[in-house]
T-cell receptor, first 115, second 113 residues
Framework: DSGVTQTPKHLITATGQRVTLRCSPR?????VYWYQQSLDQGLQFLIQ???????AKGNILERFSAQQFPDLHSELNLSSLELGDSALYFC??????????????FGPGTRLTVL | DAKTTQPPSMDCAEGRAANLPCNHS???????VYWYRQIHSQGPQYIIH???NNETNEMASLIITEDRKSSTLILPHATLRDTAVYYC??????????????FGAGTQVVVTP
C-alpha cells in the first residue's frame, strides 16, 4: 500500500459524458501527478500539481482538466468522453520534486471504460 | 530526459538472481536512474534509484557503470511475485526540475517455478 488513494476503482460511462477522478496523496506529499495508461500507449504523463499550482503538463487533451485543492487532494476531470479515453488513470504523489531523495508513489488507479 | 533501452522480455527461475539491464547512453550528469515495476495493471511500484554509486535496499540492488551509460537492476532471489513489467527511467532531479517520469515499454519479467 503506497498511501495514495484513488476513487472510484472502476468507472463505466458512455461517450460524450463527463467524469471526475479523485486522488488523495500520501500524508505530507505536496505534489500530485496524473498518468494515463492505455493498451497501445503505455504510461503517459498528463499533468503535475505542486501545492495547488500546476507545474508541468504532458500529453493532456484539452477535454481533460485537473486541479489540486487546498487540502492537497486532486481531481482529474474528463469531458466529452470518447471510446479512446478508456484506460487506467493513475495518480502519484511525491514530497519534494526537486530533491534527489524524491520519488513518486503511485495509487491503485481508476479503470475507466467508455462505451 | 535521456531515453532508455531495455530488453522487451526475460525469464528467470525462481530462487535465482534476476539481472535486468538498461542502456541510457545519453544520460546527463544530473540525471538519476530510477527503477519501477508494475504488477498486472496495479500502480507502478518504486524499487530503487541512484546517481552514480551502487545502491541497495530491501528489494534490490542497482549497479551503475562508471561511465553511467548503463545500469543493472538485480533482484537477488526472484520469487513468483516478482513477475512484472520493470521500467528503467532516467530523470533530472534538481531545484528547477519538476520531475515527471517518462515511462518506456519496460521489460516483462516472468519468474518460473
Amino acid at each position: 500500500d503506497s498511501g495514495v488513494t484513488q476513487t472510484p476503482k472502476h468507472l463505466i460511462t458512455a461517450t460524450g459524458q463527463r467524469v471526475t477522478l479523485r486522488c488523495s496523496p500520501r500524508s505530507g506529499d505536496l505534489s500530485v501527478y496524473w498518468y494515463q495508461q492505455s493498451l497501445d500507449q503505455g504510461l503517459q504523463f498528463l499533468i503535475q500539481y505542486y501545492n495547488g499550482e500546476e507545474r508541468a503538463k504532458g500529453n493532456i487533451l484539452e477535454r481533460f482538466s485537473a486541479q489540486q485543492f487546498p487540502d492537497l487532494h486532486s481531481e482529474l476531470n474528463l469531458s466529452s468522453l470518447e471510446l479512446g479515453d478508456s484506460a487506467l488513470y493513475f495518480c502519484a504523489s511525491s514530497p519534494h520534486p526537486g530533491l534527489d531523495t524524491d520519488t513518486q508513489y503511485f495509487g491503485p488507479g481508476t479503470r475507466l471504460t467508455v462505451l | 530526459d535521456a531515453k532508455t533501452t531495455q530488453p522487451p522480455s526475460m525469464d528467470c527461475a525462481e530462487g535465482r538472481a534476476a539481472n535486468l539491464p538498461c542502456n541510457h547512453s545519453t544520460i546527463s550528469g544530473n540525471e538519476y536512474v530510477y527503477w519501477y515495476r508494475q504488477i498486472h495493471s496495479q500502480g507502478p511500484q518504486y524499487i530503487i534509484h541512484g546517481l552514480k554509486n551502487n545502491e541497495t535496499n530491501e528489494m534490490a540492488s542497482l549497479i551503475i557503470t562508471e561511465d553511467r551509460k548503463s545500469s543493472t537492476l538485480i533482484l537477488p532471489h526472484a520469487t513468483l511475485r516478482d513477475t512484472a513489467v520493470y521500467y528503467c527511467i532516467v530523470r533530472v532531479v534538481g531545484f528547477d526540475s519538476w520531475g515527471k517520469f517518462q515511462f518506456g515499454a519496460g521489460t516483462q519479467v516472468v519468474v518460473t517455478p
